[in-house]
T-cell receptor
Framework: DGGITQSPKYLFRKEGQNVTLSCEQN?????MYWYRQDPGQGLRLIYY???????QKGDIAEGYSVSREKKESFPLTVTSAQKNPTAFYLC??????????????FGSGTQLSVL | EDQVTQSPEALRLQEGESSSLNCSYT??????LFWYRQDPGKGPEFLFT???AGEEKEKERLKATLTKKESFLHITAPKPEDSATYLC??????????????FGTGTLLAVQP
């Protein structure tokens, strides 16, 4: 089945530690995204990538980093500079950006908590 | 400032009791609007895309409509399995290479048997 796989489902971060969230898609989509979801808030865009080896900051990129070395993969690193990392992280993909009708397909999410 | 507001924040219905969820927005250059369903601890699942005022789309017990300033998600004779959080997301022309999309905070729907 085609889809987006996020791992792990749950992740715990210690103080001062960097952690990496995995996102893999087999939909052959060009665009990939990372969102953060907090209780009572809408999904907020962290980073997005329109093509391999290229990515742009979203609305809340500080304390996060990404890479896009392969079309299928878009890992997110939560660095120690992110002081409030506890949240539900969602990876998404679309065929491409720039067209209103291109819906996003989401993974099942990773819940990150601070120890 | 571009904004999206969903109301009510939470809604409790009896099975079979129809109602509507609202998504209002203040964006310029609307290109379309998405509706998603999200179950607890899972990613959002796509429901509908609406492109222009007056457009309607249906799927089982759900019907989505769009005007220039808001969208409604009508739920007819809901069942307990319709319980979820419903998210809307207008898409508009940000003037750059990509369109901008912003998600509302959602309406938490609980349908009791």
């Amino acid at each position: 089945d085609g889809g987006i796989t996020q791992s792990p489902k749950y992740l715990f971060r210690k103080e001062g530690q960097n952690v990496t969230l995995s996102c893999e898609q087999n939909l052959n989509h060009d665009a990939m995204y990372w969102y953060r979801q907090d209780p009572g808030q809408g999904l907020r865009l962290i980073y997005y990538s329109q093509i391999v080896n290229d990515f742009q900051k979203g609305d809340i990129a500080e304390g996060y980093s990404v890479s896009r070395e392969k079309k299928e993969s878009f890992p997110l690193t939560v660095t120690s500079a992110q002081k409030n990392p506890t949240a539900f992280y969602l990876c998404a993909s679309s065929r491409y950006t720039g067209t209103a009708g291109e819906k996003l397909f989401f993974g099942s999410g990773t819940q990150l908590s601070v120890l | 400032e571009d904004q999206v507001t969903q109301s009510p924040e939470a809604l409790r219905l009896q099975e079979g009791e129809s109602s509507s969820l609202n998504c209002s927005y203040t964006v310029s250059g609307l290109r379309g609007l998405f509706w998603y369903r999200q179950d607890p601890g899972k990613g959002p699942e796509f429901l509908f895309t609406l492109y222009s005022a007056g457009e309607e789309k249906e799927k089982e017990r759900l019907k989505a409509t769009l005007t220039k300033k808001e969208s409604f998600l009508h739920i007819t004779a809901p069942k307990p399995e319709d319980s979820a959080t419903y998210l809307c997301a207008p898409v508009w022309d940000s003037g750059g290479a990509t369109n901008k999309l912003i998600f509302g905070t959602g309406t938490l729907l609980a349908v009791q048997p």
